[in-house]
């Protein structure tokens, strides 16, 4: 069972009720504190909100909360508008006369932006950075269909690397070309996509190495 932690913040939703039927969307609000879990393979589940920087794990069966200092990256104003139009352009594909229901998108992101925990249960948590403005590629179909565009995205990928135990061990840099899937002592596999968006298959080595334990 996934632990329960206090604190998550309320979802945008557009609901359909009849005397029949319950249906509709929920979409988390971007930059707002969620809830998110790994696997860890020695046997526990590793979780922690968006918002603050604290990872809640387990060493030799006690609980450890892994916290660190972190200054929150800014979220422009056109980011935030274009994300809230987007968000509205789906939601009243559900419910036509939608209006905004959940919290505001906050100007600035939240310390994590995901947790994963490697095959040597080696805790991996993706630090927030700064968006960088984009033009994306135009989506196919009627333009009525074509939702608002978001023209930002996160920059350079950035991962806190700690021990088991909690004990910070480095932090990993990449582009945000690099997605990680496996990690495990210094060696790491994932996806990497070229200037034309192919994915390759890619072994990478930590460099420098993390120390031996």
Known sequence: MAPVLP????RVSALIITPTSFGGSMREVPYRAYA????????????????????HTESSGRPVRVTREFVPPPVADAERAQLRTNIEFSMRRVVSDFEWNG???PNEKPPIADIAVGRDGRIWVQSSTLSEEFEPEEPGGPP?????PVK???GQKLWDVFERDGRYLGRIAA???????????????GV??????????????????FQQR
């Open 7 to 10: 604190g998550a913040d309320a």
């Open 36 to 55: 998110r879990y790994a696997v860890s393979p020695l046997g526990h589940v590793v979780s922690a909100l968006l918002r603050p920087y604290a990872v």
């Open 103 to 105: 919290p505001e998108i």
């Open 144 to 148: 009525a269909d074509r939702p608002p």
């Open 152 to 154: 930002f995205r996160s």
């Open 175 to 189: 582009s945000r070309a690099v997605s990680l899937y496996v990690m495990r002592g210094n060696q790491v596999w």
């Open 192 to 209: 990497v996509r070229d200037e034309d968006d192919v994915p390759a298959l890619v072994r990478m080595h930590i460099e420098p190495a």
